[in-house]
């Protein structure tokens, strides 16, 4: 009996590769965390399993308390799991050494939460330029120091605020400071930005200027983006919505 393939299927195409073959951007196998109060384990998530593809603009909503905010830092390496592991495009980063974390966090995740997180005591342009000064040390930022403040007005200019760039946080409107944190985070051209509740500060209209600024990122500039939200008119922008539902995605 021949074992040769029948010509019929020899002339047939190769199968495309399904789309979960492409390496994911960050990806969380079974992971754990668990809190402890006292001695008390206080499980929050217990076994996510969740991958971003390149170009993906995925949301993650789930109520209060469901570990949102836990699972965004995780994947951001702001924090290690109790159990399983994160990759990033295919290669496990949660164990490594804090140091790496760090390096690997500047350079490839960008970063932007409720509430801001500006310095402020810094201008709008200080504030957008102020993770490099640290990432680089003062001698290596003074001598690119016109290069990077070129690019920090290109980008304060992309998210509208390049008539903003002196004024300080407390003279800024909610919206105006969230765009400035768009802004720094961009500066380290991130593969992929992860967001907490970026919409949660803001009022509805505010609040939908600033998603169509990050879909208006994702879709001309390919960037990956995860968004926490407990919005679902918000979530239901996003080409994906994962939902945690205690301690475990429910897609
Ligand atoms: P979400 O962002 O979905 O609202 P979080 O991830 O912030 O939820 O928190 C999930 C649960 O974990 C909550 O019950 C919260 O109280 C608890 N939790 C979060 N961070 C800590 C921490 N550092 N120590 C102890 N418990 C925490
Ligand atoms: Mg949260």
Redesign the pocket.
């Known amino acids: 009996m021949s074992t040769a393939t029948p010509p019929l299927q020899r002339t047939k195409p190769a199968p495309k590769p399904p789309a979960t073959a492409k390496t994911a951007v960050l990806a969380a196998k079974q992971v754990k965390k668990s ?3 006292g001695k008390l384990e ?1 499980p ?1 998530l217990r076994g996510v399993d969740f991958a971003v593809q390149p170009g993906e603009f995925v949301a993650i909503i ?12 995780l994947l951001g390496t702001l924090d290690a799991p109790s159990a399983g592991e994160i990759t990033f495009e295919g290669n496990r980063i949660d164990n490594l050494p804090t140091a790496s974390r760090d390096v690997l966090r500047n350079k490839y995740f960008g970063m932007i939460f409720q509430f801001y997180h500006l310095l402020p005591e810094l201008s709008m342009l200080e504030n957008v330029l102020a993770p490099l000064m640290i990432s680089d040390g003062i001698w290596k930022y003074l001598c690119n120091r016109g290069k990077y403040s070129a690019r920090a007005k290109e980008l304060l200019d992309m998210v509208g605020l390049s008539h903003r760039l002196t004024h300080k946080p407390k003279e800024l409107s909610g919206g105006e400071m969230q765009r400035t944190a768009i802004a720094r985070a961009l500066m380290s051209q991130p593969k992929v930005l992860l967001a ?2 970026p919409t949660g500060n803001l009022d509805q209209q505010t609040g939908e200027e600033i998603l169509s600024l990050l879909k208006k990122l994702n879709e001309e500039q390919g960037l990956s983006i995860i968004m ?1 939200t ?1 919005d679902q008119a918000i979530a239901r922008q996003a080409h994906r919505i994962v939902r ?1 539902v205690e301690g475990r995605v429910q897609e």
């Not at 789930?62 to 830092?73: V, W």
């Open positions: 809190y402890f109060k206080v929050v789930g109520q209060s308390g469901s570990g949102k905010s836990t699972l965004l830092h907490d509740e926490v407990h945690l």
